[in-house]
């Protein structure tokens, strides 16, 4: 299980808890809380059994809804915190959307040979650094939230690049 995975590596999760069991829970719950969480899973053959932090949210989301969102995490769980752990998971789509975004800059290709397909993979990692190093130079420049959107889309950008080194399409 990934979970007994992080928890030996020592790395910190959060990990957005989902199922049957969890929503049916969920519904008897009114008011932020956390619990351990029994688990079991099996070495040799033989079960071993583990807990995991359960965190339960219940927050008011941005059209004034109140939500419920489970999450299982190996951080430490306070009172002040425990209600925290929806904005810290909200934090990571900004991550997938990030990673997302380094198809656009990937060419299209048929091609077999690994070589060439790395060498593909490399351009692409170039261009998506220096595509986000432009975007923090512009913020910073221009007093923006570094966490807010990019100032410079990936399809201006390579459009730019196209233009520059007068590539046509």
């Known amino acids: 299980c990934l979970i007994d995975i ?3 590596l020592g790395i910190s999760y959060l990990i957005r808890a989902k199922g ?3 929503y049916k829970k ?3 719950i009114d008011k932020p809380t956390w619990f351990e969480y029994p688990r079991k899973r099996y070495e040799n053959k033989s079960p071993v059994y583990t807990t995991t ?3 339960i949210c219940v927050f008011e989301n941005k059209k004034g809804e109140t939500k419920k969102e489970s999450y299982f995490t190996n951080k430490k769980v306070t009172h002040n915190n425990k209600n925290k ?6 934090q990571r789509w900004s991550i997938e959307i990030d990673y997302r975004s380094n198809n656009i800059f990937m060419p ?4 077999k040979k690994y070589v060439v397909r790395f060498f593909y993979f490399v351009l692409c990692s170039i261009l998506r650094n220096i595509w986000v190093f432009i975007n923090l130079k512009i913020k910073t420049r221009l007093g923006i939230k570094i ?3 990019p100032v410079l889309s990936a399809d201006d950008f390579i459009f730019l690049v196209f233009k520059i080194y007068n590539i046509s399409v």
């Open 108 to 111: 299209k290709t048929s091609a």
């Open 20 to 22: 049957d069991y969890i």
């Open 85 to 90: 752990f929806y904005l810290w998971y909200d």
């Open 6 to 8: 992080y928890n030996e």
């Open 26 to 28: 969920e519904k008897k």
């Open 53 to 55: 932090t359960w965190v």
């Open 147 to 149: 966490r807010s959107k």
